[in-house]
Each structure stands twice: as structure tokens, then as C-alpha cells.
């Protein structure tokens, strides 16, 4: 009985879509619009749970922990992507924030739907790059994609944490994991296909789960992106005008001490903030642990 209910969230056929092939293009657009309009309101459902999962997240950070996501198809794609663009935003290192997709990256462009039923890869997967310090997330719409779970039993053994995203109730994963997250958005418009609401789901959760972490982490001072790395030129003016934000000088002043600290807007910005050098800034960021905030608040009690 409760395989059938498994199925019957994720898999079963919507009923204002039965007739999805003969519906007008703006038909067609305007179910799926209202589809997705109840994407928000499951999550909501789910955010005490959610939280739960950050603050494990948070602990391990701040322990030399990282936060590795393992999917398959879709939810193993939405992981990469969210791991993907954690160092640019968030000036981490690549290895803080891991996504692994089974079939490896050639998944990421081609299907390699058979790469899912295979649990001992998921195990060998997660015994190669996760550590007793890290949580893995094992993220799967249907709740028992074999795959995941084999990654999930073996951060278990490991001494990981683990997170379970799923979009049924009362799955295999959600029964496997320390925290899970059950985003119940119900039946897809195009029957099965969960790219749709439920990987809106996935991804809205996952942006909670990195964004919240690194908030709470000291990656992030007030609403601003410190920590960005200036990897191109969009980025570098996003740069120069946090330093701008944030100390009141002219953009050629702004763009002196960006330069004078290296790049790193984090350094210029205590160095404008507290009139100091820019090693001094670096050392007092090392001794409280990367956390910007953190840093602000001893120079400023100095």
C-alpha cells in the first residue's frame, strides 16, 4: 500500500490535464502557471523541517564539515547546479558545496536513466568523496531512487549527516535519512514528468538550504554579496559598488582598495570601514573563522 502512494504523489495523472494534448497554447501555459502557484505553499508546509536541516548544515561548516547533494537525472542536475554556484556567489572553495549526479558529468548533458538503479555506485560514490564531518543530501522526487539511497546508507556508516529531499510522503529515503524534507506538490500536468513542480520544489529548497548556510556562516554581510569573487567584469563592478555601499567612498576610492586587497571585497571593505591595512584585515578574517560579520563586530570593539 505504500509503494501505490508513493507512486500516486509523484506519478499519477493530474486531473485538469487529461486532456493536455487537445488544451491551447495558452491553456496549456495558464494550467501549468496555476500548477506552479502551489509549488510555494508545500514548501511552506515544510519549513520547520528545512530549518532543521540548515542548522545541522550550519554546524558542520563551522566544524571543517561540507555539504555534498547526490541525485540522479533531474535532482542530481539541480544539485550540481546549486553546488556549482556557491563559489562565485559565495566565495568558497569548490570543495565546500559538492554535487554528484550519477553517471558522473556526462549526465548532466545526456540521460543516463539506468544510472539510478544502481546502489552500489551510489555508495562508492559518496565513500570516495564524503567524511564523518560532512552532511550529503540525497535528493529524489520519487523517494526511492537506489542510487541515492546507496549514497545515503553510506554517509550513514561514515558518521555523516543526512538530509532527504523528496517530493512523496513516507518514502525509503525519508525513513533513511537524519532530516528529511517531503516537498508534496502532487501530481505533474505532463504525467511523470517531474521537472516540472517538482523540480521547482527541489530547486527552491536547495536555494534555502546553501543561501540560509552561507548567511549563517558570515558569507553574506546584511543582504550583500561581501565574499563575491570577481571573476569577470559584472561581477568586479557588483564588487566595487558592495565596497561602495558598505563605506560611503567614491567608486575610484572603492576601486584603489579592491585592488590594494587583492580583489577580495571583504578586505577592502574592513580596510575602509576600520582605516587599517589589509593584512591586519586578512589575519582578524582568519582568526574568526571567515565570518564577515564576526570580523565587523570585533574591529568595531576594538
Not at 37 to 66: C, F, H, M, S
Not at 190 to 196: I, M, W
Request: glycine share 8%; charged share 25%.
Amino acid at each position: 500500500m505504500g509503494d501505490t502512494k508513493e507512486r500516486t504523489l509523484t506519478e499519477s495523472r493530474h486531473s485538469k490535464s487529461h486532456q493536455l494534448d487537445e488544451l491551447s497554447t495558452m491553456e496549456i501555459i495558464r494550467l501549468m502557471n496555476e500548477e506552479d502557484r502551489t509549488v510555494p505553499a508545500a514548501i511552506e508546509k515544510k519549513l520547520p523541517q528545512i530549518e532543521a536541516a540548515i542548522d545541522i548544515i550550519v554546524a558542520a561548516l563551522n566544524q571543517g564539515g561540507r555539504l555534498i547533494y547526490i541525485g540522479a537525472g533531474t535532482s542530481g542536475r539541480l544539485g550540481v547546479l546549486d553546488a556549482s554556484e556557491c563559489p562565485p556567489t559565495f566565495g568558497v572553495p569548490e570543495t565546500l558545496v559538492q554535487g554528484i549526479i550519477a553517471g558522473g558529468d556526462h549526465a548532466l548533458r545526456h540521460a543516463i536513466e539506468n544510472a539510478e538503479d544502481d546502489w552500489d555506485e551510489g555508495e562508492r560514490a559518496i565513500q570516495e568523496a564524503a567524511g564523518p564531518k560532512d552532511v550529503v543530501v540525497g535528493i529524489a522526487s520519487s523517494g526511492r531512487t537506489p542510487y541515492v539511497l546507496g549514497a545515503v546508507d553510506a554517509a550513514k556508516r561514515l558518521g555523516a549527516k543526512t538530509i532527504g529531499l523528496t517530493c512523496n510522503d513516507n518514502t525509503p529515503l525519508s525513513a533513511a535519512v537524519d532530516y528529511p524534507i517531503e516537498a508534496l506538490v502532487g501530481p505533474e500536468v505532463l504525467t511523470g514528468s517531474t521537472r516540472l513542480k517538482a523540480g521547482s520544489a527541489q530547486k527552491m529548497v536547495l536555494n534555502m538550504l546553501s543561501t540560509a548556510s552561507m548567511v549563517k556562516t558570515g558569507k553574506v554581510y546584511k543582504n550583500l554579496m561581501v565574499n563575491v569573487q570577481a571573476t569577470n567584469e559584472k561581477l568586479k563592478q557588483r564588487s566595487v559598488s558592495i565596497i561602495q555601499e558598505l563605506t560611503g567612498v567614491s567608486e575610484s576610492e572603492a576601486r584603489e582598495a579592491s585592488s590594494q586587497a587583492g580583489g577580495d571585497a571583504r578586505i577592502a571593505i574592513l580596510m575602509l570601514m576600520f582605516r587599517i591595512e589589509a593584512d591586519k584585515a586578512l589575519t582578524i578574517l582568519k582568526e574568526e573563522n571567515e565570518h564577515f560579520s564576526a570580523a565587523v563586530k570585533r574591529l568595531k570593539n576594538q
